[in-house]
T-cell receptor, first 114, second 111 residues
Framework: DTGVSQDPRHKITKRGQNVTFRCDPI?????LYWYRQTLGQGPEFLTY????????KSRLLSDRFSAERPKGSFSTLEIQRTEQGDSAMYLC????????????FGSGTRLTVV | GDSVTQMEGPVTLSEEAFLTINCTYT??????LFWYVQYPGEGLQLLLK?????DKGSNKGFEATYRKETTSFHLEKGSVQVSDSAVYFC??????????FGDGTTLTVKP
């Protein structure tokens, strides 16, 4: 078990460009979550999947954000037409009923929009 | 909606001091409660959890008791070490859906 992997670790992009992040969860975990974290704040919920089904998406999430989890394995988070306000750490976590849905987090992808 | 309130930091203690980080919550239903820790330069890690009232979660010398009557889940440790310096996040999870996190409390332990 290699834990939750996120790629890339860092991404610098120009405003208006599209970016895509990848998350590989722990294989036994059926739930996968995306969060965003800015300095001095706790993680903010974006969306989550159970297997391949996207069960909830934050109402605060712009239509520029989309996530997929094909075949219930890895997941991708895409941000279209990035804005400076999108600069943050994007966290992926996975979980299962056996853990009472406590999360195992990846190391995150730090996005900087310039 | 669900919310978590943590005591504001930063908290600075001397080694071997007693630690309490307060956490209170508002939730619909009966949440599971968690503490996560983020050491410098590392990702968030689950520290401990409790799933029902009066449960005590414990790990690495840290403890927290699920108090339904006061809607609290305060984190305690009897004797902190320099290596405990980190940011601590309280979180809740209702109905096995998303978790809601507090804003974190930074702990610095000085030798």
């Amino acid at each position: 078990d290699t834990g939750v992997s996120q790629d890339p670790r860092h991404k610098i992009t120009k405003r208006g460009q599209n970016v895509t992040f990848r998350c590989d969860p722990i294989s036994e975990h059926n739930r996968l979550y995306w969060y965003r974290q800015t300095l001095g704040q706790g993680p903010e919920f974006l969306t989550y999947f159970q297997n391949e089904a996207q069960l909830e998406k934050s109402r605060l999430l712009s239509d520029r954000f989309s996530a997929e989890r094909p075949k219930g394995s890895f997941s991708t988070l895409e941000i279209q037409r990035t804005e400076q306000g999108d600069s943050a750490m994007y966290l992926c976590a996975s979980s299962s009923l056996e853990l009472n849905y406590g999360y195992t987090f990846g190391s995150g992808t730090r996005l900087t929009v310039v | 909606g669900d919310s978590v309130t943590q005591m504001e930091g930063p908290v600075t203690l001397s080694e071997e001091a007693f630690l309490t980080i307060n956490c209170t919550y508002t939730a619909t239903g009966y949440p599971s409660l968690f503490w996560y820790v983020q050491y410098p330069g590392e990702g968030l890690q689950l520290l401990l959890k409790a799933t029902k009232a009066d449960d005590k979660g414990s790990n690495k010398g840290f403890e927290a008791t699920y108090r339904k009557e006061t809607t609290s889940f305060h984190l305690e440790k009897g004797s902190v070490q320099v290596s405990d310096s980190a940011v601590y996040f309280c979180a809740l999870n209702t109905n096995a859906g998303k978790s809601t996190f507090g804003d974190g409390t930074t702990l610095t332990v000085k030798p």
